[in-house]
């Protein structure tokens, strides 16, 4: 068994065919095939079903591909590790984000992490911190930025570690012309005064959700969401229509133009932080959370 015989089985896992595996491995067709049929001889058993109209993996190749991503992921963890030893930094490094983080400019922070250690191939992708959290779990990121209210549970769980980069409470946002933006006084507004509100916030269940519903249970209090988006640029047009107000970080407001912000006395309260996969945790993945610690120094 060799580990191009599993690069060219996980490609045709991913890609549903023989020749867009081979494509991607930059092979002839029957090269790949034929070292997928020796390493099913040696195996003793079938791992694809091939048919004229599609690729299949058989009972046995669904078994056979987690062990073989993982196979592949501990070599180049190897390399990593030898390279690391000699004081290169290569291999891969996932990240995955919210896209509210306030603690870090992500974008600047994998530009300086990338011009240091330009042998790494990075990844980032967007996601709720919910979905972080699992993927992060699962070995299919190294780390997340989240944002999520002082109760959420992530990073105690096995095989995750984090820290908290900031805390941040939260501000109303309405439209310009609100009658909660022309109070004079310039004091926060406590909760109480909301309730008779129609608000636009993410959906129930959400972490970012969460936040603002704690933050009304805590003071026995109940709000109507009228409005549920799970994107912010959507949820803050809502906003500056007049069609409802919100409650998000106060660190964030400043980039958002055309809205009101009025300070709450006992707003809901948001962590950004960074969590991490402890069972995979790469040079790469070390460097970059040395790269966020710089950054992020109290």
């Known amino acids: 068994m060799e580990l191009q015989q599993l690069r060219y089985v996980v490609a045709v896992a991913e890609t549903g065919g023989f020749t867009r595996a081979a494509e991607r491995c930059h092979v ?29 993996l058989t009972p046995a190749g669904e078994a056979f591909l987690p062990a073989a991503r993982q196979a592949l992921e501990a070599a180049e963890r190897a390399r990593a590790e030898v390279a690391a030893a000699t004081g290169e930094i290569r291999g891969s490094l996932s990240v995955g984000a919210i896209g509210t983080v306030t603690a870090v400019g992500i974008p600047a922070l994998m530009r300086a992490y990338h011009d240091r250690h330009p042998q790494v191939t990075m990844r980032l992708i967007h996601r709720m911190s919910e979905e972080l959290v699992r993927e992060v779990r699962e070995g299919v990121l190294d780390l997340a930025f989240l944002g999520v209210p002082p109760s959420f549970a992530a990073d105690g769980a096995p095989g995750l570690a984090g820290r908290t980069l900031v805390v941040d409470r939260h501000v109303a946002v309405t439209e310009p012309g609100h009658p909660l933006a022309k109070r004079s006084s310039g004091d ?62 106060s660190r964030l407001v400043s980039r958002l133009p055309g809205v009101a912000v009025v300070p709450l006395r006992d707003g809901p309260v948001r962590e950004e932080r960074l969590v991490w996969s402890t069972a995979r945790h790469s040079p790469a993945a070390a460097a970059f959370l040395a790269a966020v610690a710089e950054v992020n120094a109290p």
């Open 188 to 249: 926060p507004v406590p909760l109480a005064e909301l309730v008779d509100e129609s608000f636009v916030d993410f959906p129930s269940g959400l972490a970012a959700r969460a936040q603002g519903d704690e933050a009304f249970a805590a003071a026995g209090l109940r709000r109507e969401v009228a409005f549920e988006v799970n994107d912010l640029t959507f949820l803050v047009d809502l906003v500056r229509c007049g069609l409802g107000i919100t409650m998000l970080p």
């Open 28 to 56: 002839v067709q029957s090269a790949l095939s034929h070292q997928i049929g020796k390493l099913e001889k040696e195996l003793g058993a079938r791992l694809f079903e091939r048919t004229s109209r599609r690729v299949a």
